[in-house]
């Protein structure tokens, strides 16, 4: 798709650093809306060049604070103004970005247009503001021949369910998790996976169950820590296992005590670029045996979101292990399955 001024990119505004104000202590705060609109539009006043812009105000928060139901109500426009749209542009904070990105592509089933997220390290109104660069990229990509959701931040483009967070600080925050990106900005955009568009009409799958917890083993962490979570009430576990996703005997009987409550444990990696591959060890095998799911080479945010997703579409954990295990998004590869 040629850019023109015809073309129509709808801007989903849900707040983050782009529009925050530093306050006398010089920490940065959520300004009041009407000056948050302000602050995102005067960002660059030249994006009319690029695409008619219009904007939809999802919330004003810092990132830190979003929730399931805000992943919901950007699906629920998105839906509402699909036709209207060439594509889409989520303003987001960065903390919780790559948990928004991952989200959205499994409730937009069959999406054909470019649903592009993106946010910045300084605010806008700073002279250093990555602000700038960010969202005129966010938009010209979200004009663009492609289908999915992404992540544009710095040079890159992302998919969505394969970006994470690695930096704090640093202006290219969000890498990949084993997988190429999708393209490079450079003075010209340069697309490599991923560059075609669906022709399937738009399913807006809602829904996810907040009831889950992630926890991270430790060396010597007591059994009784997991025996409590897994009591206390949860829908689902992610575990963070060591290497190929081991777990050591400790935790096995609370892993079996969790499948007799009906209670799906996803097993993934520690390492931010690896897969687990759990029968290569007997820790890994004994707890496929109790029936374990793995992650495979899934990210961290990709994972925990496609379980509080499959959750609401399971009724039980084989249901949840086949949502698991299947590729919605290009944010798995099992080994065996085509393409992996």
């Keep these: ?23 006398e202590r010089g920490s940065l705060l959520t300004p009041v809306l009407d000056r948050a609109i302000e602050n995102l539009l005067s960002i660059e006043t030249r994006l009319n060049e690029l695409a ?13 604070n979003i929730r399931p139901d805000h992943w919901d109500r950007v699906a629920s426009v998105i839906g509402e103004n699909y036709d209207a749209h060439d594509g889409f542009v989520v303003t987001h904070g960065t903390d919780t970005m790559a948990y928004s990105a991952s989200a959205l592509s499994f409730v937009l089933r069959g999406l054909g247009k470019p649903v592009v997220l993106t946010g910045s390290q300084i605010p806008g109104a700073r002279i250093e503001s990555d602000a700038r660069r960010n969202f005129v990229n ?60 669906s022709d399937g009409s738009l399913d807006v799958q809602k829904g996810f169950e907040e009831n889950v917890a992630i926890v991270t083993l430790v060396p010597g962490m007591p059994p009784a820590v997991l025996t409590n979570i897994v009591e206390s009430g949860i829908k689902g576990l992610v575990l963070r296992g060591f290497g190929t996703g081991n777990v050591a005997y400790d935790y096995h009987d609370t892993i079996e005590r969790a499948a007799k409550l009906g209670i799906p444990v996803v097993v993934t990696t520690q390492c931010l670029q690896g897969a687990t591959m759990m029968h290569l060890y007997d820790l890994g095998a004994k707890l496929l045996d109790l029936g374990a799911i793995q992650a495979y080479d899934m990210s961290i945010e990709s994972t925990v979101t496609k379980l509080m997703w499959a959750l609401k579409r399971a009724d039980s954990i084989d249901d949840v292990r086949e949502i698991m295990h299947t590729d919605f998004c290009g944010e798995i590869s099992v080994p065996g399955s085509p393409g992996a």
């Excluded at 040629?2 to 989903?12: G, W």
């Excluded at 008619?52 to 830190?64: K, L, Q, R, T, W």
């Excluded at 998790?177 to 991923?194: K, P, S, T, Y």
Aim: glycine share 8%; hydrophobic share 45%.
């Design 1 to 23: 798709m040629s850019r023109t001024p015809d073309t129509k990119v709808l801007v989903l505004f849900c707040g983050g650093t782009l529009v925050m104000e530093e306050d």
């Design 138 to 197: 966010a938009v010209r990509v979200a004009t663009m021949d492609l289908s999915g959701v992404f992540i544009v931040f710095d040079r890159k483009i992302i998919l969505g369910a394969r970006a994470t967070k690695f930096s704090e600080s640093r202006l290219d925050a969000f890498t990949t998790v084993n997988r190429g990106m999708v393209g490079d900005i450079r003075v010209d955009v340069r697309l490599g996976e991923h560059t075609t568009r």
């Design 52 to 64: 008619h812009i219009e904007v939809a105000y999802i919330d004003n928060i810092d990132s830190s």
